[in-house]
């Protein structure tokens, strides 16, 4: 039947929302430590983590590329350790500013979910 | 903080470079494999499972490039170009129903385009002023006469009264004869006598020089001019060297001071301008009652014209108060200067100008209607390729969606050609416009294809293309059980209630809408043939008019002027083709100088307050009212006894008759006129001639007409001689020899013979009477030509579209027509049922139809003469019209439904 045209692709599975909020985030930290190319990050986020955390590799690039697309990382092509092509991610002034929004908003519902979750049914 | 400059950026950039975006992307996520691959090596896997293990871990490339392309927001671009190219296709396989949607879109569009072209201009483009839309035009009225300008008394009051206005001022027509070294032969060139701060009242600065001051318009100020962009190019040769130099405008050496800008000629074409230095007190009363002057005036922030002219209104009941004899019966008023311009009064050309959009509005939609109704027949077809593109994952909106871009490719290819269409229609419609404007014809009646246009082609093809395609789209996305379309095909039997739901909505559709419009058209054709064959009261056929004004400097004595009169008239009626000549101070339907006299009749009261007896006020040689035509009904015509020194006597007309002397026979009446501040002489009535239409623009009435011996009346009027030619009837009945019937072939013989005896006198304004009559019935001529062909189209599109639908209807049923007939009824049945169901949607179409026209047109009840807007005789004959035609339409359908065979249509379920 070869290529059908009105469909365009399967569908996706939905990434949850709260994982690509958080991958986001991870990734502005990530890079606020230094620019990075997009294998480089992954590397990073598992090394800050401690290895506690694993990235799904296919989710990473759409990731990457939205959030150069809202303009809170920046890329240009440079060379690697081993003198090869890649494309290096950096932050930029308004992502800094936003990976430093967002972390305050993930203390603050931290901390709220902290408490409502120690709530005892005495203090209720 | 918005991300949207940022992501318009990106999304810009990738669609724009979208092979680099892809190569990088490519690039990118190679670079990433190998990388993991490599780490893997160096943990001591073998670089071949290496990198396949890398890719295994990674998941789909595929998948993840897709995601990243959405992230990118190409997605929708990529999802667009395809449904482009997959519409592309799906119409290049079907040539025949493309071409004809293509064509009835293009007409649709094309029409509307050119309409609002010429709409556009005279309604809403910029006027050369600042600010046209707080500039206001004022004029007085009188019950029952044409307009007329402002008098000094007036305008005074309102200068010194007003609360409205920021700035006002005045101007009054002038011409000018041209002479001089610098012209190579004498020009009468129209022009204005203005204040010193008119120009400044209009927002306009000169492009070169100065514009006036106060010290040019003081009385015996200095003699300045200042000349138009047009004059000054096309005489000139715009040298801007022409400021400072001095002309000869009426043998006066004027120096000329600035020249305006391009386009503007306000007022009344005028290419001259002259400072008014006029004296506004002191003056006598007659002098400053006299209408001379074109008044505009600039709103003060904040003020609306409303209440401008609320006060307008309230200054004249004050005038009429202070100054009765001079002021009885007239009132002022003002209107946005655009109106005064269109010399709109009534808002008749508004209201036309609107039909009209409307009308071709209502084609258009007819013409959607069509297409949806191809469309609809055609997404029957496709049933199946639609349901196995929805079995595999579609949704509804994706499919939809894309079958609304087919039809915008549609629109599109129709714009396009609309477009080409509307290029071609413009020149016509330029040179059609009846429409005269007292000024700014280059902005007014110069309909271009430019950029505002081409926005409103896109606007309507945008829309047209989903109106004519959403409907469709969605019957034929929601196709109902996609698991019986798959499995057997396409044509259905028993058309689906919905399906029929839709056709029957296009049908009612379209009879309505084609029933308003024949309606709209049927009464402006009448209205138009109602006018046309009025009666005029003067036989205009083979009547050349020619419009003179004698300089005041060497015809300042009376005497001169009747004896130029004498002479040009005595060598004019010795040229070999003319017939018969005369001369009088205003032909009727011109509009260039229209005197009127308040009269009184001797033995009669004086008039009571609040009536004014006003006659149009006709100085004429002798021979002139023969010349005209005009028919007697009592007493004799003047003649060449009625000179200076003889008894004074007048001619009236009917209507005069009727109100001077009502129900006694005038002849031997003594009549004369009245004036604040001088004495007339009685004038005996010696004869009666039929109503004579002299105003243009009150054609709907009879005013009181009288006219007078030239010779006997000290007047500086302009002159029209009117030259009967001579018409060759052979006795045989031999057609005329064009030679002799064409009057305008005379033009150079008279002008010859006026030149004889004034050289350098200027003749202008040459026309025959009925091209004269033509452009005074053109607003008319022009809406019923234009609205009886949309019309007519309109109809011819809603019988075809009709004849479509019906025959696809019979089609669709041609299984269960089948059955029926197969069970044994007879085929009679059949065609009835076909046409009766046909007949209903006809009803149905009509009956809204004409309910909605005759709302509408009431909206045209200023613009109709002799017609009402709900004539009961048009209305039912639009009904049988659009019935039988409709019927017929259906006719043939049900002829084929009959004849189907039962055997074959059975088979083929």
């Known amino acids: 039947m070869g290529q059908d045209p009105g469909t365009g692709t399967l569908p996706m599975p939905e990434p949850l929302d709260l994982l690509q909020g958080t991958l986001d985030m991870l990734i502005l930290k990530a890079v606020s430590l230094g620019p990075l190319h997009g294998y480089g990050i992954l590397l990073r986020i598992e090394q800050i983590s401690g290895g506690r955390l694993e990235i799904q590799q296919g989710s990473l690039y759409p990731a990457l590329y939205r959030l150069q697309h809202q303009g809170w990382i920046a890329s240009a092509w440079g060379e690697s350790e081993n003198k090869r092509k890649a494309r290096y991610y950096r932050l930029t002034t308004a992502g800094r500013r936003r990976l430093q929004a967002e972390t305050e908003k993930w203390h603050r519902m931290a901390e709220v979910m902290a408490g409502i979750l120690r709530a005892t049914p005495e203090e209720v | 903080m918005t991300t949207l400059p940022s992501r318009l950026r990106s999304w810009l950039a990738s669609v724009l470079r979208r092979s680099r975006l892809e190569r990088e992307m490519d690039a990118e996520l190679r670079f990433h494999l190998e990388a993991y691959a490599d780490d893997l090596a160096a943990g001591g896997v073998q670089p071949r499972e290496a990198a396949r293990q890398a890719r295994l871990a990674f998941g789909g490339v595929d998948r993840a490039k897709e995601g990243c392309r959405e992230a990118v927001g190409v997605g929708f671009t990529d999802d667009l170009r395809r449904d482009l190219r997959y519409g592309a296709r799906m119409l290049r396989k079907d040539p025949g129903l493309t071409a004809v949607a293509v064509v009835t879109l293009a007409l649709g569009i094309g029409a509307n385009a050119a309409i609002f072209s010429a709409v556009d201009a005279l309604l809403l483009r910029r006027l050369p002023v600042a600010d046209p839309d707080r500039v206001l035009f004022g004029i007085t009225m009188r019950e029952g006469f044409d307009p007329f300008g ?105 120096a000329i001071v600035g020249i305006l800008p391009p386009g503007f000629d306000y007022p009344n074409l005028a290419e001259i301008w002259v400072p008014l230095q006029s004296r506004f007190h002191g ?64 808002h008749r050309v508004e209201r036309s100008l609107v039909a009209l959009v409307g009308a071709v509005g209502f084609l258009l939609l007819i013409c959607c209607a069509n297409v949806a109704g191809l469309l609809l027949a055609r997404g029957v077809t496709r049933e199946r390729e639609i349901a196995v593109r929805r079995a595999l994952g579609a949704s509804f909106g994706r499919v939809v969606r ?45 309909p271009q294809l430019d950029g505002r246009m081409l926005a409103f082609l896109a606007a309507v093809t945008m829309l047209t293309g989903v109106a004519s395609g959403l409907l469709p789209a969605w019957r034929a996305a929601g196709a109902a059980d996609l698991a019986r379309s798959i499995q057997q095909g396409g044509q259905r039997s028993g058309a689906s209630a919905a399906g029929r739901r839709s056709l029957a909505v296009l049908v009612v559709a379209e009879v309505a809408i084609a ?33 003179m004004e004698l300089p005041a400097g060497p015809y300042h004595a009376f005497p001169r002027r009747a004896a130029f009169v004498e002479q040009v008239l005595q060598r004019v009626r010795q040229l070999p083709g003319v017939a018969a000549a005369g001369i009088t101070v205003s032909a009727p339907q011109t509009v260039l100088n229209m005197p009127d006299a308040i009269f009184t009749v001797e033995g009669q009261p004086p008039p009571r307050p609040g009536e004014v007896p006003i006659a149009a006020h006709r100085l004429v040689s002798a021979g002139y009212l023969e010349t005209l035509g005009v028919t007697l009904v009592a007493g004799r015509l003047l003649g060449e006894q009625d000179r200076l020194g003889s008894q004074p006597v007048a001619v009236i007309s009917e209507e005069l008759a009727r109100q001077g002397f009502p129900g006694k026979d005038p002849i031997g009446k003594r009549i004369r006129r009245l004036r604040p501040g ?27 007409v009288w006219y007078l011996p030239y010779a006997q009346q000290v007047n500086d009027y302009p002159l029209d001689l009117v030259v009967r030619a001579s018409g060759a009837l052979g006795s045989s009945g031999a057609k005329e020899s064009a030679e002799h019937g064409d009057p305008a072939r005379l033009a150079p013989a008279i002008r010859h013979a006026v030149t004889a005896v004034a050289p350098a006198q200027p003749v202008s304004d040459v026309t025959t009477m009925p091209e004269l009559l033509t452009r005074v019935l053109a607003t008319e001529r022009f809406s019923a030509i234009l609205m009886g062909a949309l019309a007519a189209t309109g109809l011819l599109l809603a019988v075809i579209g009709l004849y479509g639908v019906m025959a696809y209807s019979v089609r669709r049923q041609t299984g269960e027509i089948g059955l029926r007939l197969a069970l044994g009824a007879p085929p009679a049945e059949i065609f009835k049922m076909v046409l009766g169901r046909g007949a209903r949607l006809i009803a149905a179409g009509l009956l809204i139809g004409l309910a909605g026209a005759a709302a509408l047109s009431r909206l045209l009840a200023a613009t109709l003469y002799g017609v009402a807007a709900g004539d009961p005789l048009t209305f039912v004959a639009i009904a049988l019209l659009l019935a039988a035609v409709a019927t017929l339409a259906c006719i043939l359908p049900a002829r084929r439904a009959m004849r189907v065979d039962p055997l074959v249509a059975l088979r083929s379920e």
Not at chain 2, 327 to 335: A, D, E, L
Not at chain 2, 433 to 446: M, W
Not at chain 2, 524 to 546: A, K, N, T
């Open chain 2, 150 to 254: 402002m008098s000094v008394l007036e305008f005074a009051a309102i200068r010194e009264r007003n609360h409205a206005f920021a700035d006002s001022s005045v101007g009054e027509q002038r011409s000018f004869n041209l002479t001089g070294r610098e012209v190579p032969e004498p020009e009468r060139v129209p022009g204005a006598a203005i204040e010193a701060d008119f120009l400044g009242t209009l927002g306009v600065r000169p492009q070169l020089g100065r514009g006036f001051v106060a010290a040019d318009d003081r009385p015996g100020g200095p003699a300045v001019a200042l000349i138009g962009d047009g004059l000054w190019r096309r005489r000139f040769g715009g040298d801007p060297g022409l400021v400072g130099r001095t002309l000869d405008l009426n043998g006066r050496s004027t």
């Open chain 2, 283 to 346: 003056l006598p009363l007659a002098e400053l009652a006299a209408h001379r002057f074109g008044m505009v005036a600039r709103l003060l922030p904040g003020v609306s014209m409303e209440q401008a002219e609320a006060e307008l209104q309230a200054i004249s009941r004050d005038l009429e108060r202070e100054y009765p004899q001079v002021r009885r019966g007239w009132s002022i008023k003002g209107m946005p200067l655009r109106q005064g311009l269109l010399w709109d009064l009534n």
């Open chain 2, 402 to 446: 894309q079958l609304v871009v087919e039809s915008l490719l549609l629109a599109a290819l129709g714009g396009v050609a609309g477009a080409l269409l509307a290029r071609g229609l413009l020149p016509v419609l330029r040179t059609l416009n009846p429409i005269e404007t007292l000024a700014f014809a280059g902005v007014l009646r110069a």
């Open chain 2, 515 to 547: 029933a308003a419009l024949l309606v709209g058209g049927g009464l402006m054709v009448q209205s138009f043939q109602r006018l046309h064959r009025m009666q005029l009261g003067f036989r205009p056929e083979r009547l050349l008019l020619l419009h």
């Open chain 2, 678 to 704: 001088e004495t007339f002489p009685w004038m005996t009535v010696v004869g009666v001639v039929k109503d004579v239409k002299e105003d243009r623009d009150n054609f709907r009435i009879n005013r009181p």
